[in-house]
């Protein structure tokens, strides 16, 4: 009786890979291409689709809610967005179409996002510097215009941002103030107006991602390598660290200064993964670390820590890079990891069936000199 009960659960749980192919778009650090790549989960094989030459290196990139556009920064030294067509449901035909400076900072945006709630308002922050910005889309959802420029604190170090599933707040991950931010959205032209913010003293949150019930989000620290949990107030939107709610993804045997990169919610809710890079104070070290933590899917809460794995490496070059975690859409089990170095990849990872561990599935080597791979985002 339990036998079949576990079972069933597994079964309604966790569907099989359902015999498809899924697309990812792939940007690089510093070689202008982006390529689309394609993970068939009946051969558990990885190929390059397409190879497409752009004008500028998108270290970030985004899809926009419709997933007929993606969005991303530029290596100029100016803070603006690069806007592409996705011409196919395959993401193998991108076709540039604008450029546009979003923000008065002279640096690049270190993270974008696109609301897919309306008006689908793109947002873009600054790395070791202060500047916000918000741009708006014409009606085929290409950005055509800088609409609000703002700043957060004279601290301020941004790195990631996340949107809440209503569309109706912004959260800022800052390391130099050790805050996430929050931030409400006008309905209509997707302006921001400052809520608050919540400062943990123990690390530097670096990114942010928000659970689909709305009323959780977790956050990873760089150089703490701690996935925090934030509950998201209903009526205004805040977001505050849960007391004590920090968690390393640290192994026990990891020594030195390890660099906490990415936090992100799994396909339905239920996963959340989180990947931090190499010591980058020994350059001789290649060990990152990918975790898994059980949510409740309905709420968000945080249940229970679940493994703690080795990666192939740790974000590749002198410092550690990438090491990139980007959920599947289609399966919670399943997830690929982006890495940077000499030769760049991309890798298809499966967790085990008693969620204790994670392996690697597929890889591909992206080979273009040492640009790629920083960030992907899957089509299906
Ligand atoms: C974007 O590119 C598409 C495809 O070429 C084109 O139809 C559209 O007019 C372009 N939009 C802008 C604002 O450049
Ligand atoms: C934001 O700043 C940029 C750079 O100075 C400028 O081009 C843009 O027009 C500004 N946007 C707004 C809405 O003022
Ligand atoms: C963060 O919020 C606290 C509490 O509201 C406030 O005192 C502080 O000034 C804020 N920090 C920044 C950098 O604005
Ligand atoms: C508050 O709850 C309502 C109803 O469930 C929901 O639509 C709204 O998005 C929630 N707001 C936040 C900030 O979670
Ligand atoms: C470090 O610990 C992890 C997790 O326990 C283990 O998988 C890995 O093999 C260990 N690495 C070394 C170099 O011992
Ligand atoms: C993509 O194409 C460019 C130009 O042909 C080439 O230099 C680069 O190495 C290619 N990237 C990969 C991963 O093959």
Redesign the pocket.
């Known amino acids: 009786m339990v036998a079949h009960k576990t079972l069933l659960g597994g079964l309604l749980l966790a569907p099989a890979a359902n015999a498809a192919t899924h697309q990812m778009i792939i940007g690089t650090f510093s070689t202008a291409f982006l390529y689309t790549v394609e993970f068939d989960d009946t051969t558990n094989s990885l190929t390059l689709l397409k190879n497409t030459t752009t004008p500028y290196a998108s270290q970030w990139i985004a899809l926009s809610g419709d997933k007929k556009n993606l969005y991303g920064n530029t290596d100029t030294s100016a803070f603006d967005l690069v806007s592409y067509t996705i011409a196919d449901d395959k993401g193998s035909e991108l076709i540039y179409n604008t450029t546009t400076v979003i923000g008065t900072c002279a640096t690049g945006a270190v993270h974008v996002e696109a609301n897919p709630v309306a008006p689908n308002a793109v947002y873009g922050v600054t790395y070791k510097d202060i500047c916000g910005g918000v741009a708006s889309v014409d009606a085929a959802g290409v950005v055509v215009e800088s609409e609000q420029n703002f700043t957060y604190s004279d601290s301020s170090s941004l790195h990631g941002i996340g949107l ?3 569309g ?2 912004l959260y800022t991950a800052d390391m130099g103030e050790n805050a996430v931010w929050t931030h409400a959205l006008d309905a209509t032209t997707g302006e921001v107006t400052l809520v608050g913010n919540s400062t943990y003293s123990g690390g530097d949150p670096r990114h942010v991602n928000v659970h689909p019930s ?2 959780y989000a977790y956050s990873i620290t760089e150089h703490t390598s701690e996935v925090l949990v934030l509950s ?6 805040l977001a505050t660290l849960v007391d004590g709610a920090a968690y390393s993804i640290l192994a026990e045997n990891a020594t030195g200064s390890h660099r906490g990169e990415t936090a992100r919610v799994s396909a339905t809710g239920t996963l959340l993964y989180a990947t931090t890079r190499k010591n980058y104070s020994d350059e001789t070290s290649t060990q990152g670390f990918v975790s898994a933590f059980t949510l409740d899917g309905t709420t968000g809460e945080l249940l229970s820590q679940d493994f703690i794995v080795p990666t192939t490496t740790g974000g590749g070059s002198t410092s550690g890079a990438s090491n990139m975690v980007v959920p599947s859409l289609y399966d919670d089990d399943y997830f690929a990891i982006l890495d940077h170095g000499e030769v760049g990849f991309v890798e298809m990872w499966k967790r085990s069936e008693d969620g204790t561990s994670a392996e690697v599935v597929a890889h591909l080597d992206l080979d273009d000199g040492g640009g790629c791979c920083s960030n992907g985002v899957w089509l299906s």
């Open positions: 809440h599933p209503s109706a707040y709305g009323q998201i107030d209903n009526s205004t939107g």
